[in-house]
């Protein structure tokens, strides 16, 4: 059995907490149970009154500065659209598929590119498909068409180029992707495919400051200072006459 009777009140007091905890050796020494404590170690063949000292982290590591999240801004963003299919008919019956569902774009005043992505991180749209033909109700069902709102003062760009049409009011709407048409005879009763493709919606923008000066005089140089912008900053020939 350790004696204790040599031992200081405070080193006494933690080895009475501690005892029932952990079995360790200190050098021949058998100690009951001491508990996996992360701020105090052992030294081994050590006086008892420096039995538990604090545990001094590692001097050379440094915690790692945090990143500050940078608030980026969106003035163009990639979406995919997919028009539903039309739905089947039936050929015997001369039942005729629903239209399937289109994708449209709604102007909302309090919305942003970056809200957008957020919120659809897949950055992928696609409508319904149309309700089939059957034989106790003959005519499809007609799906509601998918609308994405956008924010205001937008263009949107087909894949090709094209300006589909541009977002200025709150509420204003454009058809980015049309459902395919239901089964009917004209298509031989097989619904047809909707629309699919991938569009630029592009946030139109209006400088509130900028820079006039003649050539060399320090514009690029002043906008890479004050701005994440990086401009060709170089030393053009420049001849004034007056």
Not at 15 to 31: A, D, P, T, Y
Request: include cysteine; aromatic fraction near 6%.
């Amino acid at each position: 059995m350790f004696d204790r009777s040599g031992l200081d009140a405070g080193t006494r007091t933690i080895m009475e907490v501690l005892f029932c905890w952990r079995s360790i050796s200190i050098g021949r020494l058998q100690i009951g149970r001491i508990p996996n404590i992360q701020r105090y170690m052992v030294l081994r063949d050590t006086p008892c009154r420096n039995l538990f000292v604090p545990l001094r982290e590692k001097e050379n590591r440094k915690p790692k500065p945090r990143k500050k999240q940078l608030s980026h801004f969106f003035d163009s963003l990639r979406v995919h659209v997919k028009g539903g299919t039309g739905g089947q008919g039936i050929p015997h019956k001369g039942g005729i598929g629903g239209q399937g569902g289109d994708v449209v774009m709604v102007g909302e005043k309090d919305m942003t590119l970056k809200k957008l992505a957020n919120k659809f991180p897949s950055k992928r749209f696609a409508a319904e498909k149309g309700g089939d033909s059957r034989f106790f109700c003959l005519i499809g069902e007609s799906v509601p068409p998918v609308v994405v709102n956008i924010p205001l003062g937008v263009s949107i760009i087909s894949n090709k180029g094209h300006k589909m049409g541009e977002i200025n009011k709150d509420g204003e709407k454009v058809v980015v992707a049309r459902g395919g048409s239901g089964g009917a005879e004209h298509n031989g009763f097989a619904g047809e495919k909707g629309e699919t493709q991938t569009v630029t919606l592009d946030l139109k923008l209006i400088a509130d400051v900028g820079f006039v000066g003649f050539p060399n005089a320090g514009k690029s140089s002043l906008l890479k200072a004050i701005s994440k912008a990086r401009p060709t900053i170089a030393a053009y020939p420049c001849k004034i006459d007056f």
